[in-house]
């Protein structure tokens, strides 16, 4: 199974900074990792996946980079729907599909 | 535009079984490789299971093993997701998810259902 571990647990920011997220993988998973943003009472929404592509509707502040076990998403200026929890996942090698533990982004 | 409909909110005493559909709206069932993912009170993300196109099977996460059943009926577009043998430690939001573009095994979840709570009590 990859596991994959997400840094920080906690980030706390003010709107209008640069936010900058990691996910690493326990093995090589190419560029196979998507990242979710998932607010108060909603479903996760897909921000990024193979590693880097914006989904359909993304806005450009969110860029994302990586390849192998480490990646890296940004937010280049936090706007207030932005303070939210992000997931990272690897849909490489699976079964199983897994998912980092999350960080949460808090406004400072 | 694609919308997955899920069933209503569910509450079971411990060692029943659950079953949360989840209807294609805006397009066929048969374009969708579905997947069932989970997420407990106040905790992460966990994947439970869904479609391989490329083995044209269903791949259950090994911790649901024997005790989960995925089903799709094409007549309806609708996918289920049945659980058995339930505990407190199964109460959570439960989302049919899949990727929007020719289904393929390595894909990310694009589209999502609303959730559904499902709630293990005595």
């Known amino acids: 199974e990859v596991v994959m571990t997400q840094s920080p647990a906690t980030l706390s920011m003010s709107p209008g900074e640069r936010a900058t997220l990691s996910c690493r993988a326990s093995?090589?998973?190419?560029?196979?990792l998507a990242w979710y943003r998932q607010t108060p009472g909603q479903a996760p929404r897909l921000l990024i996946y193979d590693a880097s592509t914006r989904a359909t509707g993304i806005p450009a502040r969110f860029s994302a980079s990586g390849s192998g076990t480490e990646f890296t998403l940004t937010i280049s200026s936090l706007q207030s729907e932005d303070f939210a929890i992000y997931y990272c996942?690897?849909?490489?090698?699976?079964?199983?599909?897994?998912f980092g533990q999350g960080t949460r982004l808090e406004i400072k | 535009q694609v919308h997955f409909i899920q069933s209503g909110a569910e509450v079971r005493k411990p060692g029943a079984s659950v079953k949360v559909s989840c209807k294609v709206a805006?397009?066929?069932?048969?374009?969708?490789?579905i997947h069932w993912v989970r997420q407990a009170p106040g905790k992460g993300l966990e994947w439970m299971g869904g479609?391989?196109?490329?083995?044209?099977?269903?791949n259950y996460a090994q911790k649901f093993q024997g005790r989960v059943t995925m089903t799709e009926d094409t007549s309806t577009d609708t996918a289920s997701m049945e659980l058995s043998s339930l505990t407190s430690e199964d109460t959570a939001v439960y989302y049919c998810v899949a990727g929007s573009g020719v289904p393929r095994p390595d894909d990310a979840f694009e589209i999502w259902g609303q959730g559904t709570m499902v709630t293990v009590s005595s």
């Open positions: 479609f391989d196109p490329e083995d044209v099977q269903i």
């Open positions: 996942q690897q849909y490489n090698n699976w079964p199983p599909i897994t």
């Open positions: 093995q090589s998973i190419s560029n196979n």
């Open positions: 805006g397009n066929s069932l048969s374009e969708f490789s």
